[in-house]
């Protein structure tokens, strides 16, 4: 009875079913739906072969299947359709990101210019020898919008070619003087960018398959259906737009470490209605992590890129290199080497990965890449990137995003209800000011993290759920401690050879203090605190400088000679490099020399050369940010910096006086107060 049921049930399987299939036989329906590029199809054609003479209990039967599962899953047809509305593009921005408005204006210029290219009128180039057929297919394509030029002959064509700025060729196949083949050979090697249809009354396979591989668009025949040349000419210069809108320069973030740059890439993809993907480059040292390893190894994979083109499914995302100052280097390979190709628009093109081992087109992906410090990435992978850089916030700037964004995130984390907590301006103020040391807004979110929590945990222990709690700056004192952080510059007094100067490092703007000794010895200059090359030779160049000028300082002549000098920058873990901290040097060594105590409250930052001249330096919004985290009253800046500090917002600049000097004789007075 049971054998009988189970012949019933097979009988009523169709004859076609696919449980009759061998996985081979779907690998190759799955292959035919797929339309892959041609070189990819005859790959996989010539692995298929291979895998119909293997065992499949053999280890390569398992590689080669997997191989063309691989090939089958990525996107090399499928792209999502971006749709920029900019109105939208920019309201998205500003809800997401409070400030930052010059990013986002470059962000919108750069977005509006892709935009642009979609909306530009499309000229057509018509040539054919006979008159009729060119003035049928002109009248048409005038017809849908198209701006349309005519030529006689391949010759005629090239003339045009030189003097007009043509997006389509249509050719006729057989012409005197200059046949179709011909001039399709002479625009690829003249203007590659430029498809060409290719129309002939002698529409034989052979003639169709030569034009194809010698690279025209497509292929019509005559008489030519005019329905069908206005779809082919719209799928074409559709296709042709879209590549180009995925061309572009590739943009680089930089900027201390919680400025906003993940995020803005984020709205970047979300603007444009693209996927998004990233990849964190910081500590990779393997190449073979991005290009993959050859199928020869055991345990092969695919590399980081393909993988992710894989998992999103479309070949034009939004890509982010997040940290790719960090990356790393040994006997492995140079990771950063493969990003040359991943990021040359004239190279990604064809990029190849070793597993898949046939060229994939990234042309379409929008890079972005993200750093903290500029001088760690290789010089010929930085000149292919357009650097925007991302500042430091304000303090203006952080009170409004903490009440417009981190605080109901770190509410509703915590489950508080937003109506029962109530955060004072004063008491995010306070939190800022001493709690927080930063140019971003990480550990300024991890403290009112922990206040959220504090208060969860005392609505748990009353059970009073309906309390309303308010948060003033004597409430955030009890429950974070004792402050963290003291206004070292507006605290401290003046004193002999200490003087307060302004640096930038990757994580921002910092506040230094260069200390110095006087002490007998035998005219030696010793110099401590982990510094770079540039600035011990900073050092010299201004101790040259005041032996030079040591009777319009007041200094004795022969100081050196009998004594010994020690500068120190504290901190010593740090290593500390950059000509800026010439000034500061100068003047905490003229203060220990002349015995005049320095302001603690004034801070300094520029170059200085031999003769005393102060030369501009970088970092200045950074740095004057970091003066007022520290409570400095005042700050000098190189004149030839003036521009750069008329151009700040009035917000940075506000509660602290800028004074731009041009040499050190400028410094002296306004810094050095007289001898006690």
Not at 341 to 351: A, G, H, M, T
Not at 367 to 373: E, H, K, L, V
Not at 392 to 413: D, H, M, S, V
Not at 518 to 531: E, R, W
Request: net charge negative; glycine share 6%.
């Amino acid at each position: 009875m049971f054998f009988k049921k189970k012949v019933e049930k097979a009988e009523e399987l169709p004859p076609n079913a696919t449980e009759s299939q061998t996985p081979l036989d779907k690998l190759r329906s799955r292959i035919e739906e797929a339309k892959l590029p041609d070189n990819v199809s005859e790959a996989v054609s010539r692995e298929i072969e291979k895998l119909e003479k293997t065992d499949p209990s053999v280890a390569e039967y398992s590689v080669g299947f997997n191989y063309i599962e691989l090939v089958l899953s990525l996107p090399w047809n499928v792209s999502s359709q971006s749709k920029l509305e900019l109105a939208r593009a920019q309201t998205l921005l500003d809800t997401r990101h409070y400030g930052l408005s010059q990013i986002k204006q470059r962000i919108l210029e750069f977005l509006a210019a892709k935009t642009m290219c979609g909306k530009a009128s499309q000229t057509i180039l018509i040539v054919d020898d006979e008159e009729i057929a060119r003035t049928n297919m002109e009248h048409v394509l005038k017809k849908d919008g198209y701006s349309c030029h005519c030529a006689n002959n391949g010759v005629e064509a090239l003339a045009v070619l030189a003097k007009e700025d043509i997006d389509l060729v249509i050719s006729d196949l057989k012409m005197d003087r200059m046949d179709g083949i011909e001039l399709l050979q002479q625009i690829n090697r003249v203007s590659p960018e430029i498809p060409v249809i290719m129309v002939t009354g002698f529409a034989t396979v052979s003639s169709a398959v030569e034009a194809l591989k010698k690279g025209a668009a497509h292929y019509l025949g005559k008489p030519v259906n005019l329905d069908e040349l206005r779809k082919t000419v719209k799928d074409v210069l559709e296709k042709k737009i879209f590549v180009e809108m995925g061309k572009g320069p590739i943009l680089c973030f930089t900027g201390p470490p919680g400025t906003g740059k993940t995020s803005v890439g984020r709205a970047i993809a979300d603007a444009l209605q693209r996927q998004f993907v990233r990849i964190s480059m910081a500590g990779l040292r393997d190449e073979a992590e991005l290009r993959g390893h050859r199928r020869t190894y055991v345990g092969a994979l695919p590399g980081r890129i393909i993988n992710e083109l894989r998992r999103v499914g479309t070949n034009n995302p939004v890509f982010m290199l997040d940290e790719i100052d960090k990356i790393g280097q040994d006997f492995r390979g140079d990771p950063a080497s493969v990003l040359l190709e991943v990021l040359d628009p004239e190279q990604n093109v064809r990029f190849t990965d070793h597993y898949l081992d046939v060229p994939f087109d990234l042309s379409r992906i929008m890079f972005i890449a993200t750093a903290n410090d500029i001088s760690k990435i290789p010089g010929p992978l930085l000149d292919r990137m357009e650097r925007i850089e991302f500042a430091g916030y304000t303090e203006k700037e952080k009170l409004n995003i903490a009440q417009q964004f981190i605080l109901p995130r770190q509410c509703k984390a915590a489950g508080l209800p937003r109506a029962s907590v109530h955060f004072a301006p004063e008491a995010v103020t306070r939190v800022i000011s001493d709690y927080t040391r930063e140019s971003g807004l990480r550990n300024l979110e991890r403290e009112l993290a922990d206040i959220c929590r504090k208060i969860a945990l005392l609505f748990l222990q009353s059970e009073n759920y309906d309390q309303v709690v308010e948060i003033d700056a004597d409430t955030v004192t009890r429950f974070l401690g004792p402050r963290k952080f003291i206004r070292e510059a507006a605290e401290a007094e003046s004193q002999i050879g200490i003087a307060t100067g302004l640096v930038w490092a990757e994580t921002g703007g910092e506040i230094i203090s260069v200390e110095t000794a006087l002490m007998p010895g035998s005219g030696t200059l010793i110099l401590t605190g982990s510094l770079g090359d540039v600035l011990q030779e900073s050092a010299r160049t201004v101790l040259s400088f005041i032996r030079s000028r040591t009777v319009e300082f007041g200094v004795t002549e022969d100081f050196f000679k009998s004594s010994d000098i020690h500068i120190h920058f504290p901190s010593g873990a740090i290593p500390k490099d950059g000509p800026s901290a010439g000034i500061t040097i100068f003047t905490a060594l003229l203060s220990l020399l002349t015995r005049r105590p320095a302001r603690r409250d004034v801070a300094l930052t520029g170059e200085m050369t031999l003769s005393g001249r102060i030369l501009p330096i970088s970092g200045i919004r950074e740095k004057i940010l970091a003066a007022k985290r520290a409570g400095v009253r005042c700050v000098l800046l190189p004149q030839a910096n003036r521009d750069v500090v008329e151009s700040l917002d009035a917000d940075v600049t506000e509660g602290i006086d800028v004074a731009l000097v041009n040499n050190a004789d400028e410094v002296v007075n306004r810094v050095l107060e007289k001898r006690a």
